[in-house]
């Protein structure tokens, strides 16, 4: 399912993590728990990978994150914003020391031209750090931009991590 590419970041990341003994929190939306899944593919997994929150809906991502009504009702699901407040909420729900958030539009449907398909929005908390955000614009179908947001989150894990 996963490129060697993306098991080969995935294994970084695990070892960067155990190297500076973090923990990670995964809340994702429109990768629908594949960030997690990438991530424990590696066997071993389980000493670095705390838990994954999916968060497919705006009911979701406050239940279960925190994320004020407010800020998705001002901003949408797929802001800045959201992704922070995702990924801080992955941290105070959790005994991770990491949490990393993905929120997005896969398509092919739900595009506006505000925030059309392919646009990402992730962020990465970690505790004692500020938190850091980026947005992407991926090219492709609904299992490309997914995949694509994969990459990208381990990517800025390991950044974070290391």
Known sequence: MFTDQQLALAEAVLDACRQAGLRIAVAESCTGGLVAGCLTSISGSSDVVERGFVTYTNEAKAEML???ET?????GAVSEPVARAM???ALANSPADLGIAVTGVAGPTGG???KPVGLVHFAC???GAETLSEHHRFDGGRDSVRMQ???AALAMVKRLAG
Do not use: D, I, N, Q
């Open 66 to 68: 925190g994320v004020p």
């Open 71 to 75: 800020l998705l009702a001002r901003h």
């Open 87 to 89: 990924a801080e909420g």
């Open 112 to 114: 506006t031209a505000e």
């Open 125 to 127: 908390a970690r505790k």
């Open 149 to 151: 947001s994969v990459t």
